[in-house]
């Protein structure tokens, strides 16, 4: 008759084993060595586990869109686009939720630089922890030093994040003039020429408009991209008034 092998004695198998007569000086040092292994096992097997749902979580977020909902203007030109905080919080939190993830933050101020400080935890116990440094901002007028430090803060968190995450934002459809329906059909050479006309009176950057547009000229500018970029101009006009 075939003798089952006998299970490979565990941690905790050992840990009681050794305490069985009684915590003595002289075993004292193995219970101690036994306790630390028990950590290593536990502390590995969470770190198995936050991988293992990490690699899920990335691959959930990689079929998401983030959205670049904000824009920064520059004489009354977007100079770039990109996500606020509410953006990424909003489509991040849910998913970070749905596969274990919760995210503790905090900052600290460091050779006149805002460190932002992420720490992602798994609920098997494991964690890793990110950081990222942004310059404070200078004050004036209407920004003093704990608003110049607070907006630093935002932007060292999303810039944090994004690369944390591994997340990619493109323009919302609604407000991409490119976007927006058929691009064969052109703008009239009355109104290519009014456009040009008043980009220029304005001093905007023709390159920079005519690249909003998805044109190389004016001619070549969708008509569907004709309102968008009318109240682009206008708000420059009125602007310089």
């Known amino acids: 008759m075939e003798v089952a092998p006998r299970p490979t004695p565990t941690t905790i198998d050992l840990l009681e084993a050794a305490v069985k007569g009684g915590i003595t000086g002289e ?3 193995v219970v101690q060595a036994i306790i630390a292994m028990k950590r290593e096992e536990v502390a590995y097997k969470s770190k198995l586990e936050f991988n293992r749902a990490f690699f899920e979580l990335r691959q959930a977020i990689s079929r998401m869109d983030f959205y670049a909902d904000k824009a920064a203007m520059n004489n009354g030109k977007v100079a770039y686009r990109y996500c ?3 953006e990424l919080s909003a489509g991040l939190e849910p998913v ?3 596969h ?3 995210m503790l933050f905090s900052q600290r101020c460091e050779d006149g630089k805002i460190v932002a400080v992420v720490t992602l935890i798994h609920k098997e116990g494991h964690e890793v922890t990110g950081e ?3 310059r404070s901002g200078n004050t004036n007028a209407m920004k003093d030093a704990t608003a110049a430090d607070t907006g630093a803060t935002t932007s060292a968190w999303r810039h944090l994040v994004i690369k944390m995450f591994g997340l990619k934002s493109r323009i919302c459809e609604s407000d991409d003039a490119r976007n927006l ?3 064969s059909k052109k703008v009239s050479p009355e109104v290519a020429f009014e456009l040009e006309r008043r980009v220029k009176e ?3 950057s023709v390159v920079t408009i005519l690249k909003y547009a998805g044109a190389d000229t004016f001619a070549d500018i969708p008509a569907v991209n004709y309102d968008v970029l009318d109240r682009m101009i206008a708000a420059k006009e009125k602007a310089g008034r």
Do not use: W
Request: with cysteine; proline share 0%.
């Open 27 to 29: 075993n004292v040092a």
């Open 84 to 86: 606020s905080e509410n």
């Open 96 to 98: 970070l939720f749905k």
């Open 100 to 102: 274990g993830f919760s």
């Open 132 to 134: 990222f440094a942004v």
């Open 181 to 183: 329906g058929d691009l």
């Open 202 to 204: 304005c001093n905007l």
